[in-house]
């Protein structure tokens, strides 16, 4: 038992660190404060501990991110972040002195490990900093009840909030390493958001419902704008990728992932909050929030098909569903996040090679186990995609195949016209980047491991080597993100069509290195045209086995074409987006008009056009790069790759005149063009079949009403036609606006005069005849 004196002696010392805590802004008093907080650490216990992470941990969040505790948002920041002030320093030592401090390996991490193994301080996360896809669901008691069964992320985690002072009647209680991750994975997309002035349903609240780090001013330096690139930035001083890849390596394996398996557990949906000690629980922990935080958030459809229909969630939110792309300015963290990832899923292709009936599964990073949550009548097949975990293959792909894919997806659709495309280019490389994952190798990660712990080399991955191309071991992998390889293509394909006039260059070099990518190896070309022949046939058997064979994949892409693409359908009509409909093909390879060649060979015949239009200096170079798109593009579709165009190219005829228009086209039994008077129409002699008195006198009326309004004047020349016309309005009338009363006023004013002419003119006739 504590001594009371020894207790009070722990919460004193640990208010005061808080408060010198809060005043370091400067790279001297952050340094002198990662001391204290080492000499703190140290020489407490794990029970003594306890006041300062429920009093001065608080605290380190705070200056760690930049967080002010002033309620007004519009106001300035009190104090600088710690990760703005390393950035902003550049100093190396600086750097590794606060990295050294929140490392894996730090005696922050050690000490929380250990309060948590003993449940001594739990925290109450903030609803409105939630994912947004959660926050909806937390607001329906009916959702609130399920959102453990349908998100892991929040399994054990969801309990009722007695006090009910969020506006909510649950709330998120999670450990302290729970709660650093939450806000670790939080911090990029409130500064994104702060940065774009999101307006969106869930960050309008009342003053009693802020929390009091609800002010986020400071974005991540090495991201924003306002920051330095190239070699002024350091890898050194960018505090948050180098801890975001130490907690990567540290917690989430990537070889082996089967060995971390507990006994009689092969699904994350046994996770339990309350064990500590297993590395892929706390792997998949983590995973799981960066998933939900970067690649989800404020996705209208952020759950499977499946498992909606099973709980009975509506598989697309309402409150969410609106037409806006994900949060910008994450392409760099999500880049790295999914390249390391990717490194399982090199193991489990190297795995392919000794295993022949390995690529025959078409969900070879799925699992079949069924969970303890779910009802034992459902099926585990059903619920595969639903809640991915580690397979029994050992790959997080399953993890990240649906988030990611509406992830990019949404950022070509839904990228704003008229705006930079920077965002929109960061992820389209991590799009490439996850198309050709036999690419990545450790030595993609050497900068980062050589700052973290001085090594080059990572153990775990020395037997692993990248391949410049596809090999026939990555069949599987391919299949699997079919999508990838096909309809996200078309989609792109839109995409550059609508922002090619933004950035010409960068546009036709992005569709280039897409089709690099799906010609860099004639196996991959084979495998994408002979899935998709399959996927438009009918299950008839084919004269090739290797087609045969392929036939098991197609209900798998389809289903996943459903689901992946679940209210993100384009219209035809207008270019809105139809949130009821979705993708129900796949159109690459098609030779309609919206086919990939097709559409193809429009981009680069206006593609060729924007670039001569700029005429730069260089202008060779990206004529050559045309070059090599054609070249590219006749060697995926085969043939050439312009082909004739099916409709014409003739500049549209100007429409015809006004005397065109009313000039008879025939005259009598005779056409018009065999008349041979060429003269003023209406000057030309009486035909015979013309009654002489009525066609002299319309045409008097014609010549008189002419005269009247003003229409016979001489016709002018091209130049002053050319010129605009102008109508002078007097002063007086300027200031008068007649409105539909005085329209009213007139017709009838008309229509009386008229009926008072028609009803005179009846009279005078009835008194004639008596």
Not at 42 to 61: A, E, G, K, N, Y
Not at 214 to 220: K, L, P, Q, R, V
Not at 480 to 489: G, K, M, P, T
Not at 716 to 722: D, Q
Request: hydrophobic share 40%; proline share 4%.
């Amino acid at each position: 038992m504590i001594p009371h004196s020894y207790t009070v002696d722990s919460l004193s010392q640990s208010q005061d660190l808080a408060s010198k805590i809060f005043s370091s802004s400067t790279p001297q008093q952050i340094l002198s404060a990662c001391v204290s907080i080492e000499t703190f650490l140290h020489s407490h216990s794990s029970d003594q501990s306890r006041h300062f992470f429920s009093v001065t941990f608080p605290t380190l969040i705070l200056k760690l991110f930049g967080f002010t505790n002033d309620s007004c948002a519009s106001s300035p920041p009190q104090c600088s972040s710690w990760i703005d002030v390393v950035s902003s320093s550049n100093d190396p030592d600086l750097a590794s002195r606060v990295f050294q401090l929140l490392s894996p390996g730090g005696i922050v991490l050690n000490s929380i490990f250990s309060v948590d193994r003993k449940s001594l301080v739990k925290f109450v996360f903030p609803t409105e900093r939630l994912p947004e896809w959660s926050r909806f669901m937390l607001s329906s008691e009916k959702d609130a009840k399920i959102l453990a069964n349908v998100c892991p992320l929040f399994r054990g985690k969801v309990n009722e909030d007695s006090i009910k002072s969020t506006g909510s009647a649950y709330q998120i209680q999670l450990n302290v390493f729970e709660y650093y991750m939450f806000w670790f994975s939080y911090y990029p997309i409130c500064r994104a958001n702060n940065e774009n002035n999101v307006d969106n349903l869930f960050t309008k609240r009342t003053k009693k419902e802020k929390f009091k780090l609800e002010n986020w001013t400071y974005s991540i330096p090495g991201f924003s704008t306002n920051v330095k690139r190239g070699t002024e930035q350091k890898i050194e001083c960018n505090l948050y990728l180098r801890l975001l890849y130490a907690y990567l390596r540290e917690f989430v394996p990537i070889n082996d992932l089967n060995v971390h398996q507990q006994p009689y557990r092969s699904s994350l949906l046994n996770y339990s909050s309350g064990h500590d000690g297993s590395i892929i629980l706390r792997a998949e922990f983590l995973v799981d929030a960066f998933v939900n935080y970067w690649l989800i958030d404020n996705d209208f459809s952020p759950l499977s098909i499946n498992v909606c229909k099973w709980f009975g969630v509506p598989h697309r939110l309402s409150a969410v569903s609106r037409e806006i792309p994900p949060t910008s300015g994450l392409g760099e963290l999500v880049k790295l996040f999914v390249k390391y990832l990717n490194l399982s899923s090199i193991v489990v292709a190297s795995q392919c090679e000794s295993n022949a009936d390995y690529s025959g599964s078409p969900k070879w990073m799925v699992s079949d186990s069924s969970s303890v949550l779910f009802d034992n009548s459902v099926k585990s097949r059903d619920l595969a995609s639903v809640v991915p975990c580690v397979s029994s293959v050992g790959s997080w792909n399953a993890c990240i195949q649906r988030p990611l894919y509406r992830f990019i997806l949404r950022t070509f659709l839904f990228c704003p016209v008229g705006t930079s495309i920077k965002n929109a280019s960061e992820v389209f490389s991590v799009w490439v980047c996850y198309m050709e994952p036999w690419r990545i190798s450790m030595d993609d990660f050497a900068e980062f491991d050589a700052v973290v712990n001085g090594s080059t080399k990572n153990a775990k991955m020395e037997d692993s080597q990248s391949r410049d191309s596809y090999l026939s071991q990555w069949q599987a992998y391919v299949l699997s993100n079919y999508l990838y390889y096909s309809s996200l293509v078309m989609h792109f394909i839109g995409f550059a069509h609508k922002f090619l006039h933004t950035d010409p260059e960068l546009i036709v070099q992005m569709v280039l290195k897409v089709m690099i990518v799906l010609t860099s190896s004639k196996e991959l070309i084979d495998l994408i045209k002979n899935v998709n022949t399959v996927f438009h046939s009918k299950q008839a058997g084919f004269s090739k086995s290797k087609l045969n064979s392929l036939y098991r994949f197609v209900p798998y892409i389809r289903e996943q074409l459903q689901d992946w693409e679940d209210g993100l359908c384009e219209s035809d009509a207008d270019g809105s987006f139809l949130h009821e409909n979705w993708n129900k093909d796949l159109k690459l390879f098609d030779d309609s008009e919206d086919g990939g060649q097709q559409l193809l060979q429009l981009f680069i015949l206006r593609a060729e056009a924007e670039l001569q239009a700029i005429s730069g200096d260089n202008l060779a170079q990206n004529l050559q790069c045309i070059d090599s798109l054609k070249a590219q593009v006749s060697c995926f579709f085969g043939g050439h790759a312009i082909k004739p165009i099916a409709f014409s190219l003739e500049p549209e005829q100007q429409p015809p005149s006004r005397d065109e228009i009313f000039k008879p086209k025939r005259v009598g039994h005779h056409a018009l063009a065999d008349i041979k008077y060429k003269g003023d129409w209406m000057k030309r002699p009486i035909s015979d079949d013309e009654i002489a008195w009525l066609a002299k006198l319309l045409i008097w009326l014609s010549v008189w009403l002419n005269e009247t309004l003003g229409l016979n004047q001489p016709k002018e020349s091209s130049v002053v036609r050319s010129k605009w016309s102008y109508v002078e309005v007097s002063g007086d009338d300027a200031g008068n606006v007649y409105g539909p009363v005085e329209t009213m006023k007139a017709v009838l004013y008309a229509i009386g005069i008229w009926l008072r002419v028609l009803g005179t003119a009846m009279v005078n006739l009835m008194r004639k005849h008596g």
